[in-house]
């Protein structure tokens, strides 16, 4: 039994409903109505997907519980290529397979696991770090979130520019046929394709049949926030899995699987490789789901896709493609096949003929046709047309399909934050403070891949923040939100900060704001921390600090902190006081570095500590906020409001100017555990 008719066994069980929605630690699964996405999460193959339909297309009935990529619940022959310098390497863990074997591996960061409603895996192929998000998008022909949304985020993380490209297999299977033709505008595709940017349709379907149709499949390659491709190849799985990269384009062979006997239809999109440099990234979006056809069975089956809503621009609205199949379902040959479009009210034909010559159609056979029709307004409405085919000896068929003219998306934003920041121990307070951009579409379509941006320059950002927030795609109506950590930076005032937010098909908006950041005095006060941990009993030992804040270019300091002698005492002499954080300097990686720091003076007999240092070698500071020392005291006796009090402050710039500061001692009590208050 050939490898790929053993997972087979696996893509009919999942038919039939046998396996689970989920298989312990071998696979992460994600689920609509419509259909689900499959991660492989085994050692092999990690990261690998496929795709199946849960309830499928909603207005039919036949298509639900069906593969749409190969491989049900053991994901393998579907896999993904980023070439890195010329390299190959193959996304996820490593296969002993066919599909991708002869790619190099690199090492899975973070395995596949459900990031809100995406499927998210991680690797890191020689400093090039890819994460692949899988999730749900609409598709371009139904409007429904029945399509797979498959977004690479490819990132430089090493120290030099780097030439990277991607290239995605799809091993696609509709229902149990492993080898359905593709359709792609006027062509149905038998043999090896390939199409080129400049020449790219915006999308492809594959079906069985319209008369009897299982699944029918779609991928997009222009719309939405898809990346368009530099090339697909449409082609047999064998030659895709042999090959990780190149393609081997022979267009009279048909999709009969390389050195096999089987039909065996996939396609592979490529985007050629383009310089990275060091921390930048690019993003690449794929869809592939669901298509939708308004089908009118007959002997003449007729079959109409198009777009199912356009947006009107600036510009007014772009011509959309409309493709009809025709499909002669009866028993002999249908002659002087003629297929016609009616542009209906508000629509009309871009060029070429309304009426399409199909010759004659043997039976089962499928013919197609393609026009471009443009709206004659922008005004949003809800239009249709009709797509009619007959033949000289069967019966005549139509079908009326709409098509909704919608606005473009627009973002709003709006801000809430403080308005103004408190004052606690001469700090500002709160910091970090946060600040929240609510982002909403207002306008008639999705709005896709939308990221905010904060800015301002008199603001910082808190430890571990970005300045730039992914918030998703927004369709109509709907909102989202996120938030920044910030700092003051050393400015007062209202100060302005702002938060730009724009999408992959929407200009950026900027919304604007303000908050008070008070003035902070510059201050040498004392406290004892031991107060906020209860009161001070005699006999106890506490520490005092002596803090200096909001100096500005600070560069010396010279103080005497007086004490009453009869209630405290000096711990340790000066061998007790410590040297504070003021005159201690170190940067990261390096070691630390004592600042000049003149021996404290202790006078126990007069209750006065002289204190003095500065910041040389490192000349001033421009806002200096720290401890000038840190000493220990025992309580000698019962007191009330006793005073440790500043005397003598001088402070002085780097040219030996004095910096006016204010001076603030401190008050406290002294308890006698032993005696009562009274």
Known sequence: MRPKLICLTLVLCFCLGAMPASAGNNIVTLSNKYIAIVVNAREQNTGR????????????????????????????????????????????????????????????????????????????????????????????????????????????????????????????????????????EEEEVLTDRLYRAAQMPAFWQAFDSLGDPQVMAQGTLKGGDVTIPDLA???????????????????????????????????????????????????????????????????????????????????????????????????????????????????????????KELGHLSSKVTAQAKWLLVPTSDTPAELTFTVRVRSSNSEPNFVVRKLAIVAPPKLETSLEGPLGLGVKFERWDPVPFRITARVSNTGGADAYRVRAEFSSPVLGLAGGE???????????????????????????????????????????????????????????????????????????????DVIATNIPDFFSISLDLVYDTDVLQIVGGPLGIDRGTLFVHKEEGERTQYLEWAPPLVDQAAGVVTLAGNRHPQGPQQRASGTVATMRFLAKRKATNTPISIDNLIVQDVDGNPVKVEAAGTLFDIKDPLQSDN
Not at 307 to 326: L, Q, R
């Open 49 to 184: 997907f496929s795709v199946n339909t849960t309830g499928g297309d909603p207005y039919r009935l036949g298509d639900e519980n069906k593969p749409l990529i190969y491989g049900g619940h053991n994901p393998w022959t579907s896999y993904t290529t980023v070439q890195v310098d010329r390299t190959n390497f193959v996304f996820g863990g490593p296969t002993e397979t066919r599909a991708g074997r002869s790619g190099r591996y690199g090492r899975v960061v973070n395995p596949p696991a459900v990031v809100g409603n995406e499927i998210h895996t991680v690797c890191d192929l020689d400093g090039i770090q890819v994460q692949q998000v899988l999730g749900f998008t609409k598709s371009p022909t139904t409007g429904l979130a029945d399509t797979a949304r498959i977004e690479y985020t490819i990132k430089n993380t090493s120290e030099r520019s780097r030439q990277v490209g991607l290239r995605i297999v799809l091993d696609t299977m509709l229902g149990a046929n492993d080898g359905a033709p593709f359709r792609v």
């Open 466 to 544: 970005g300045w730039g927030k992914y918030v998703g795609n927004l369709g109509p109506g709907e909102e989202s939100q996120v938030s920044w950590s910030l700092r003051p930076i050393g400015f007062t005032g209202h100060l302005p900060y702002s938060v730009k937010t724009e999408a992959f098909n929407v200009d950026g908006v900027v919304a604007n704001n303000f908050i008070l950041v008070p003035l902070l005095k510059p201050r040498v006060w004392v406290q004892t921390p031991t107060l906020a941990e209860g009161s001070i009993n005699t006999g106890d030992f506490f520490t005092v």
């Open 233 to 355: 190849f449409f082609t047999n799985w064998g030659s895709l899995a042999d090959s990780p990269w190149d393609f081997d384009v022979q267009p009279a062979r048909d999709f009969t699987r390389k050195g096999e006997f089987e039909l065996d239809s996939a396609l592979a999109l490529r985007w050629e490789p383009a310089f990275l440099a060091p921390g930048e990234e690019r993003v690449y979006v794929a869809y592939y789901g669901l298509g939708g056809i308004t089908i009118a069975p007959g002997e003449l089956s007729l079959g109409v896709t198009s777009p199912a809503s356009v947006i009107a621009g600036k510009k007014g609205v772009e011509p959309f493609p409309v493709i009809a199949y025709v499909e002669n379902t009866g028993t002999g040959e249908a002659r002087d096949v003629v297929a016609s479009i009616e542009p209906g009210e508000g629509l009309r034909l871009v060029s070429g003929e309304m009426e």
